[in-house]
Nanobody, 126 residues
Framework: QVQLVESGGGLVQAGGSLTLSCAAS????????MGWFRQAPGKEREFVAA????????GYADSVKGRFTISRDNAKNTVYLQMDSLKPEDTAVYYC???????????????????WGQGTQVTVSS
C-alpha cells in the first residue's frame, strides 16, 4: 500500500512558476514509477509527466515538454514537478500517482497506475 499526498498548488500569473510535491508513505516506494496527471473541468484526466523508479528515465506530454521537469528523491519518498512558463491552459487539478514497475520504465496511461493522491489545484491567470 502506498499513500500519496500532493502539495504546492496555488494561483499564479501566466509566465510564472510553481513546484508541486508528492510525498509518499508505505513500503517500497522506490519500486514504483511515479507520474503526474491533471484534470481540467469538463475534461478527462491526462498524462503530464512520469519518471522511472530509479529516476533514470522520464517522459513528458508534448504540451508541457520544455516547460515542466519531473524529479524524485527516493531518500525523502518525494516526487516533484517543477512547472515554468505556466499558461492559462495549464489550469487543472494535478494528481500524482504510483505504478509498480521495478525496471527503468514509466507508464503514461492512467490505467497503469495503482495509487493516486487527492490532487492539488493549479490556477494560472492570464
Amino acid at each position: 500500500q502506498v499513500q500519496l499526498v500532493e502539495s504546492g498548488g496555488g494561483l499564479v500569473q501566466a509566465g510564472g512558476s510553481l513546484t508541486l510535491s508528492c510525498a509518499a508513505s508505505g513500503r517500497a516506494y522506490s519500486n514504483y514509477a511515479m507520474g503526474w496527471f491533471r484534470q481540467a473541468p469538463g475534461k478527462e484526466r491526462e498524462f503530464v509527466a512520469a519518471i522511472s523508479w530509479s529516476g533514470g528515465s522520464a517522459g513528458y506530454a508534448d504540451s508541457v515538454k520544455g516547460r515542466f521537469t519531473i524529479s524524485r528523491d527516493n531518500a525523502k519518498n518525494t516526487v516533484y514537478l517543477q512547472m515554468d512558463s505556466l499558461k492559462p491552459e495549464d489550469t487543472a487539478v494535478y494528481y500524482c500517482a504510483a505504478a509498480y514497475y521495478s525496471d527503468n520504465y514509466y507508464p503514461s496511461l492512467t490505467s497503469s497506475y495503482d495509487y493516486w493522491g487527492q490532487g492539488t489545484q493549479v490556477t494560472v491567470s492570464s
